[in-house]
């Protein structure tokens, strides 16, 4: 496609539920970026995929979040057990690579009740 | 590790107005800066790319410059609109570490007034 998709857009879930954020790279983008902004917070990186590498999860805040990317392209970030704390915008990037800049998504906004 | 600053945290300039927003970072080691915008509810949309070997990238009435060995970056906006009412984020690709996550500051909410 010709940007970063991201679905849902929004997502209400209950306390405790479990949810899947999934995000369509550009094609042909290797890299592939989540991160999560909290209202009136900068933006935290939470996971990093480079082509067939292993991620780099350091910024994944707890065991409840996990994330995949399969074949290289779609990725799907799961929170398990969600908690309020968890409610944020949670953005998507792709790039060709790390030096010729970062494209992301319109992000999903996610709330816990 | 590697902090990223923006100041002032929010702005408020008349239309037509030439304005400057500042970016400073605490580790010189970087591949690359980058200024992005992103409006309420919405994603992030890049501005300009700044090389860690270059000093400055122009696109339109947008000016981004880098002064690596002091750890700053400033975006120049000339004659402002009220269009331009946006968060202005910066956000460097630190070169240590192997991977290439970049570090954001908390942003510059500007507002632009007819």
């Known amino acids: 496609g010709a940007g970063v998709s991201q679905s849902p857009s929004n997502k209400v879930t209950e306390k405790g539920k479990d949810v899947e954020l999934r995000c369509d790279p550009i094609?042909?983008?290797?890299?592939l970026y989540w991160y999560r902004q909290s209202l009136g917070q900068g933006l935290e990186f939470l996971i990093y995929?480079?082509?067939?590498?292993?991620?780099?999860k350091s910024g994944l805040p707890s065991d409840r979040f996990s994330a995949e990317r399969t074949g290289g392209s779609v990725s799907t970030l799961t929170i398990q057990r969600t908690q309020q704390e968890d409610s944020a915008v949670y953005l998507c990037?792709?790039?060709?690579?790390?030096?010729?800049?970062?494209?992301f998504g319109s992000g999903t906004r996610l709330t816990v009740v | 590790k590697q902090e990223v600053t923006q100041i002032p945290a929010a702005l408020s300039v008349p239309e037509g107005e030439n304005l400057v927003l500042n970016c400073s970072f605490t580790?010189?080691?970087?591949?690359?800066l980058q200024w992005f915008r992103q409006d309420p509810g919405k994603g992030l949309t890049s501005l300009l790319l700044i090389q860690s070997s270059q000093r400055e990238q122009t696109s339109g009435r947008l000016n981004a410059s880098l002064d690596k060995s002091s750890g700053r970056s400033t975006l120049y906006i000339a004659a402002s609109q009220p269009g331009d009412s946006a968060t202005y984020l910066c956000?460097?690709?630190?070169?240590?570490?192997?991977?290439?996550?970049?570090?954001f500051g908390k942003g510059t909410k500007l507002t632009v007034n007819p």
């Open positions: 094609s042909g983008h290797t890299a």
């Open positions: 956000a460097v690709a630190p070169s240590q570490g192997g991977s290439e996550k970049l570090v």
């Open positions: 995929f480079q082509g067939n590498s292993a991620p780099d």
């Open positions: 580790d010189s080691a970087i591949y690359n």
């Open positions: 990037a792709s790039s060709q690579t790390g030096i010729s800049g970062y494209t």
